[in-house]
């Protein structure tokens, strides 16, 4: 009966035992499964290295733990390493590109200079100029100028402009002028070698030129016709104008007071040359160039009212010792004619 007894309960301790067993045995698989869970990452931020554990597995997840956000454009890549699982974080660059006058903004994830306009199918000619180092590394708010430089051989054509040659018409009255004949422009052909700097001319180098077609210069009969110097009409001198015996309308800006005389070449056989090359003729008077400049183009009139010189140009000088200062000496066709006007105080008007 004892025997009997011991049979039946060692059943009940066997079966007390097994359940102890495999409490204990979830108990130790749980935390098992909980501590092989728990996973330790590496991050790396353009440079900046953090740690974060946790039991998420979607780098996403795991970044938006640890604090680190992602922009719509920035990316990441993962990789085992030293027992880490490492996640790279790489943040959009945004570099600017004027390419020769056009603006590009891209988005970058690092790399060289060279490697981003690869990238891009920017290529650079032999002269082009770049305002960075190819070499140098892409960060964000980084501009680059690349300036294009093209070089062509050109042919155009140029006017050669006509000039204007003046004669003396003794059928004229003084001051009235006459095209006899009109002027033409030239062309002369050039070949240059032309800069362009982003599309625009920045340099011209002339190699060679040829005269197509020469220019025709106009000429211009300028009056010499004199009227008679003595008084024979009313002459009116107002404030700045001159109205003159013929109606002509002249404004003057000056005044100068001088002792004229008169000078001829009646007799020498040949025309006579100013100091400043022209021909020697009636309204060519002699000054000195320091009182009245050479060219300045005047009205004279004798003090007494009794004779007109009329309209003169300052194209002469006079003996050194005698036209000095504020003398002038009026040229006239004849010998008597200066004889008969001596010498008077004249005034000369400046004319505009």
């Known amino acids: 009966m004892h025997s009997n007894t011991h049979r039946a309960v060692k059943p009940v301790v066997r079966v007390y035992a097994l359940i ?3 409490f204990l045995v979830m108990v ?6 909980r501590v092989n869970a728990d996973t330790t990452y590496k991050i790396n931020d353009n440079g900046k290295v953090s740690y974060h554990t946790t039991s998420a597995t979607d780098p996403e ?3 938006d733990e640890a604090g680190l956000e ?3 454009d920035d990316t990441y890549t993962t990789e085992e390493s030293n027992g880490y699982t490492e996640i790279h974080v790489q943040r959009v660059q945004m570099v600017t590109i004027n390419n020769g006058g056009q603006i590009l903004k891209t988005g970058t994830y690092g790399g060289t200079v060279e490697e981003l306009l ?3 199918n920017l290529k650079l000619g032999e002269e082009d100029m770049i305002s960075v180092e190819p070499g140098e590394e892409t960060f964000d708010g980084m501009e680059i100028v690349i300036d294009r430089i093209h070089r062509s051989v050109e042919t155009y054509s140029k006017t050669l402009p006509y000039e204007t040659e003046y004669v003396d018409d003794p059928t004229l009255p003084v001051g009235q002028e006459k095209v006899i004949a009109a002027g033409s422009d030239g062309e002369m052909l050039c070949t240059a070698v032309v800069t362009y700097e982003n599309g625009m001319e920045s340099s011209r180098r002339t190699l060679r030129t040829h005269i197509s077609t020469q220019p025709v210069n106009q000429v211009v009969a300028v009056g010499t016709a004199m009227n008679s110097r003595e008084m024979t009409g009313e002459l009116v001198i107002g404030d700045g104008v001159i109205i003159t015996q013929d109606g002509d309308v002249l404004t003057y800006t000056g005044t100068v007071s001088v002792l004229a005389t008169a000078y001829t070449c009646e007799g020498w056989g040949r025309p006579g040359i100013t100091a400043t090359g022209t021909i020697a003729r009636v309204g060519a008077i002699a000054v000195d160039p320091r009182v009245i400049p050479y060219g300045t183009r005047m009205f004279i009139v ?8 009329g309209i003169a140009t300052a194209e002469d000088t006079g003996h050194p010792d005698f ?3 504020h003398r002038i000496d009026l040229y006239m066709d004849t010998e008597y ?3 008969q006007f001596g010498a008077r105080n004249c005034t000369v008007y400046i004319l505009g």
């Open 70 to 72: 992602l922009g719509i």
């Open 61 to 63: 997840i795991v970044l």
């Open 337 to 339: 004619e200066c004889i």
């Open 302 to 309: 004798s003090n007494d009212g009794e004779y007109i010189y």
């Open 323 to 325: 036209i000095v200062g």
């Open 20 to 22: 102890v067993m495999m």
């Open 118 to 120: 690869d990238r891009l």
């Open 28 to 33: 130790v698989g749980s935390n098992a499964l």
